[in-house]
């Protein structure tokens, strides 16, 4: 077959499963150089390992996060997994410490897989009147000496901002692992590897990809040692993105501050028209003075903007009349804005928090809502006008 040469400034889709070796001498160096566990080898070997598309998109997400290496997963679940389990020794795990204010899946995975299935000592840190009381962390570091800590920049769905800079420079004093989910935040508005945290992990299912048609995860960070535990294990338990999905997850990539900039800007918008709104008893947005991490998120985020989520919680004298109400208004504007179990997407979704979380948050008003992109006049008179069904 003859060679054809084609131009392109995009690395094309390799769906291979497996790659052409030359000989044996080619085979025999592949397998020797896959010892060292290489972010980019030489000689590709098999998809499950690595995979030159798959490779190339997460060169992308590098530069976005400003990371020595990052590694695709088929969802930010898969990146948590990896994340953690290379932590993981037999008869020398410590016990790990998690913030509990952190997305529903996680602190699934904590109660059914490391508590349940692998045994691991897991203890939880609460917030104090919905801050974190970092001086109460630091005393669990001294007394308790956890192996890690993992948290999220920007809790859900009470949006609860960490002082993330700070909870790493205290953990790297006490030698306590930094895992950090930053989906909600982004590296648009923070880079938590630039401050010394050990790994990061996204869902680039929400904002990286941003378009509600991927899922897909990433873990990030530094250190090499790091790197190599992380192949090995997204190697052998299979974590391992399709091709196709990363090559659509590249092309969206290149879009990504331009999206997460409007995403803000609409969202800061919509906070203070629903704050000044009488049938709005109550908006958690970390730019408005009366949240509660409003002192965390301007040190934090340093103006750069402030997530997209807005939680809300509508009026009612009664718990059953804030119920009623919600019903109300989500059906006025449920016709324009979508209920979906996720967020990140171009376009605006609501979800309704007491029916997800139920006895975690049994606020019958209260309304979690992902901005999306849209024209925002359009986007605010939407749900104004949707509010008048009250």
């Known amino acids: 077959m003859k060679e054809i040469k084609v131009r392109s400034h995009r690395t094309p889709i390799y769906r291979d499963s497996a790659f052409f070796l030359e000989d044996p001498s080619a085979t025999r160096n592949a397998f020797e150089e896959e010892l060292d566990h290489p972010r980019s080898p030489e000689n590709y070997i098999y998809s499950r390992y690595r995979n030159p598309t798959v490779v190339s998109v997460e060169e992308q997400l590098m530069e976005i996060e400003g990371c020595q290496w990052a590694l695709l997963t088929q969802s930010g679940m898969a990146a948590i997994d990896v994340a953690l389990s290379i932590f993981q020794r037999n008869g020398e795990t410590g016990s790990w410490l998690f913030f509990s204010e952190i997305y529903g899946g996680t602190n699934s995975y904590i109660d059914r897989i490391l508590k349940y299935r692998r045994g691991i000592d897991i203890k939880r840190f609460y917030p104090s009147n919905d801050r974190y009381d970092l001086e109460a962390l630091e005393k669990i570091f001294i007394e308790e000496k956890p192996q890690l ?42 880079k938590p590897l630039k401050k010394g945290a050990d790994i990061v992990i996204h869902s680039a299912t929400k904002y990286l990809s941003g ?59 919509l906070a203070k028209a629903l704050a000044s709104h009488p049938k709005i008893e109550k908006v958690f947005f970390p730019s408005l003075s009366t949240h509660p991490t409003y002192a965390e998120a301007l040190s934090l985020f340093k103006g750069r903007g402030n997530g997209a989520m807005i939680t809300f919680d509508i009026y009612g004298k009664t718990p059953d009349e804030k119920g009623e109400n919600a019903v109300k208004f989500i059906r006025a504007v449920s016709t324009d804005i979508p209920i979906l179990p996720s967020l990140g997407d171009t376009q605006t979704i609501i979800l309704h928090v007491e029916s997800v979380w139920g006895q975690k948050y049994p606020l019958p008003g209260m309304i979690r809502l992902s ?20």
């Open 371 to 390: 901005t999306g992109i849209e024209d925002y006049e359009k986007l605010e008179n939407t749900i104004l006008t949707s509010l008048e069904a009250i």
């Open 211 to 269: 378009h509600n048609n991927i899922t897909a995860g990433v873990v990030c960070g530094n250190n090499g040692e790091y790197l190599k535990e992380a192949i090995e294990y997204r190697k052998w338990i299979g974590h391992m993105l399709s091709p196709d999905d990363a090559y659509r997850l590249g092309t969206q990539l290149k879009t990504f501050e331009l999206r997460f900039e409007r995403h803000c800007r609409n969202a800061e918008r």
């Open 149 to 190: 800590v993992f948290f999220e920049a920007i809790s859900n769905p009470m949006l609860i901002v960490a002082d993330g800079d700070r909870i790493i420079e205290m953990a790297r004093k006490h030698n306590v692992i930094t895992i950090i989910d930053n989906t909600f935040a982004t590296p648009y508005l923070w």
